[in-house]
């Protein structure tokens, strides 16, 4: 157990609605990140922060937002929903020369 | 940018075959190799590493060689069981700070009795 919670599990909403996905870890690992996984394309990084207030942007940011005010929360933000944001979202800790660990994801459907 | 290849799947195998899922990258400066497995409904969880060329990662009966001339990863298991069945990722990381992981697209493996 990696210590990684995300919330919620499961989510559905409509279209153009504000969503916020939480990460918290209990590891104090410095790194955290944000995926999505969806067929066809494995995982992509969305956003991933290095510390408290230091995020930067992944290869598929745009629509999405984050933040990280304490070092064992990490939230990603979807200002207005789109479809094309129907996923699977995971959260990762670790990085530094430690390899990554994955939360139990969060499945996202957006109608 | 980095890239990551693996085999296109579904893998469908019976129970004490042999396993190769092949995986082959495209990377700046010399990256640290990972295989990382899903079971259904869970999280991805690190299967094994490598972190320089010509290391071999073990994990579980699976095996994996960095193979620097030939940009490669390929996972080998000698006798695969059911439980086995999963979907593999094939990944690697930089090593420029941040430890970004790239991923391949999966390989989804299904072990029959």
């Known amino acids: 157990d990696a210590g990684i919670t995300q919330s919620p599990r499961h989510k559905v909403t409509e279209t153009g609605t504000p969503v916020t996905l939480r990460c918290h870890q209990t590891?104090?690992?410095?790194?955290m990140y944000w995926y999505r996984q969806d067929p066809g394309h494995g995982l992509r990084l969305i956003h991933y922060s290095y510390g408290v207030k230091d995020t930067d942007k992944g290869e598929v940011s745009d629509g999405y937002s984050v933040s990280r005010s304490k070092t064992e929360d990490f939230l990603l933000t979807l200002e207005s929903a789109t479809s094309s944001q129907t996923s699977v979202y995971f959260c990762?800790?670790?990085?530094?020369?430690?390899?990554?660990?994955f939360g139990d994801g969060t499945r996202l459907s957006i109608l | 940018g980095d890239s990551v290849t693996q085999m296109e799947g579904p893998v469908t195998l019976s129970e004490e075959a042999f396993l190769t899922i092949n995986c082959t990258y495209t990377a700046t400066g010399y990256p640290s190799l990972f295989w990382y497995v899903q079971y259904p409904g869970e999280g991805l969880q690190l299967l094994l590493k490598a972190t320089k060329a010509d290391d071999k990662g073990s994990n579980k009966g699976f095996e994996a060689t960095y193979r620097k001339e030939t940009t490669s990863f390929h996972l080998e298991k000698g006798s695969v069981q059911v439980s086995d069945s999963a979907v593999y990722f094939c990944a690697l990381s930089d090593h420029f700070g941040n430890e970004k992981l790239t991923f391949g697209t999966g390989t989804r493996l299904t072990i029959i009795p």
């Open positions: 990762a800790t670790g990085g530094g020369n430690q390899p990554q660990h």
């Open positions: 590891e104090n690992h410095r790194y």
